[in-house]
């Protein structure tokens, strides 16, 4: 439950973000509405599983349980290494959908590329949150 309310946060900041890049690359309010839906459901996916894998093969160790304050740097090095893992599927979904919908390539590397650069931003900012979120949360509820 836990990977998928991350991903449910993410998801809901992507959506608004993708939306608005899709609209202006189509010139349409439905259509990036629409291509952002196409995107979000996929990616929520890819984010929940790729996200469930880090937490069972490898989980977070920096947990107020295990630390005295909480470790920036374990947080953003850990969450790099997550998304060098979920970045290629999600790109390919991306790029993908603008094709897909606007049979441009010159419109897809545009949108495509905008949205390759100011969505990723926002995976950092959900999983560093939530990192805290996890640390703050062990010192009231105990270890994991």
């Given at each position: ?15 608004t ?7 202006f ?9 629409a291509l ?73 590397a ?6 390759v ?9 959900n999983n ?17």
């Amino acid at each position: 439950m836990h990977s998928v309310s991350k991903a449910i946060t993410l998801k809901v900041a992507t959506f608004t973000t993708g939306t608005i890049i899709y609209a202006f690359g189509t010139g349409s309010l439905a259509a990036g509405s629409a291509l952002s839906a196409i995107n979000t459901a996929g990616s929520f996916v890819m984010l929940t599983a790729n996200d469930y894998a880090w937490d069972y093969f490898w989980p977070n160790t920096n947990v107020k349980a295990n630390n005295d304050s909480f470790e920036a740097l374990n947080s953003v090095s850990r969450n790099t290494a997550k998304y060098l893992t979920f970045k290629p599927m999600v790109t390919v979904l991306n790029i993908g959908s603008i094709y897909w919908w606007t049979g441009s390539v010159a419109n897809t590397a545009v949108t495509g590329t905008a949205a390759v650069l100011i969505l990723p931003m926002m995976f950092y900012v959900n999983n560093t949150l939530w990192d805290w979120y996890d640390w703050q949360r062990a010192a009231t509820h105990g270890a994991k």
